[in-house]
């Protein structure tokens, strides 16, 4: 089937003013939207190999793959007291109200996911002449959420708002609703490359070898410059995860 696909807006720009002529409001407003798609793969990285034949050396990278563990929604109101900014008039009543939140950080502790931001509201008033007003705001806020077994996290945070009252002050409702796709991230080392190196100085001769608990026929393999074919020479049995309990004879 087709992989889900969401996406995101958000305001870059606005302006608003009023038209004289038809006693009309007038906004400009520039959008961002974002399209988001997912894909899921499996690919079996190499953190070790080695070659009997051909003396080399591992190049090792660093990888961070994340596996999916599902989408979570939050929603988180404030209301906040704002007062008028001086040099602007009193307000008889309130038009319209813009919010847009800004994410300053963002972390997962202790199973929470963390957003901190702020939200930048700008608010449209008429005064007591008639004439419409308008100024800005930018309220901190924080955000917390359940994120089990998550280290990472793709958010979305958007916000709306309302505004009521008059005179010097104008109290501010914002609800903010947190989207985010949690995921698991595991640090490995994976083969990336190989280089040359000199040969392995191992021994040589009919050599019987008592494996440690955990050992497997691969590391005995490497150290011994041999194959696991060899190993199992003569007894075709060895298990590849090997007890301990095992003597292994075999010729280098």
């Known amino acids: 089937g087709q992989s889900p696909m969401w996406g995101d807006i958000g305001v870059a720009a606005w302006d608003v003013r009023a038209s004289e002529e038809f006693g009309m409001v007038i906004a400009d407003v520039r959008l961002n939207y974002r399209i ?3 894909t899921c793969a499996k690919a079996c990285a190499a953190v ?27 929603r988180h109101a404030i209301t906040e007291n704002v007062m008028i900014p001086e040099g602007l008039p009193d ?19 202790n199973d929470r996911l963390i957003v901190e931001g702020l939200l930048a509201v700008r608010v449209l008033y008429a005064g007591e002449s008639g004439s419409i007003f308008t100024f800005s705001e930018d309220i901190p806020f924080s955000v917390e959420t359940d994120a089990p077994g998550a280290t990472d996290a793709l958010l979305s945070v958007k916000a709306s708002a309302s505004a009521s009252g008059g005179g010097r002050s104008v109290e501010l409702s914002c609800t903010i609703l947190l989207s985010a796709c949690l995921y698991a991230a595991q640090d490995i080392i994976a083969v990336s490359g190989i280089e040359e190196c000199p040969p392995k100085d191992v021994p040589h001769g009919l050599i ?3 494996p440690a608990p955990g050992d497997t026929l691969y590391s005995v393999a490497k150290k011994f ?11 075709n049995d060895l298990p590849e995860v090997l007890t301990g309990k095992e003597r292994i004879v ?3």
């Open 48 to 74: 070790d190999i080695f070659s009997p034949s051909l003396p080399f050396d591992c190049i090792h990278s660093h990888l961070r793959p994340c596996s999916f563990l599902g989408c979570t929604d939050h």
């Open 91 to 109: 307000a008889q009543r309130v038009i319209y109200t813009a919010v847009r939140p800004l994410v300053t950080s963002s972390g997962i502790e």
């Open 36 to 38: 988001y798609g997912r």
């Open 250 to 252: 075999f010729i280098c």
């Open 208 to 210: 019987g070898y008592f």
């Open 225 to 235: 410059n041999t194959s696991r074919e060899n190993l199992r020479r003569r007894d």
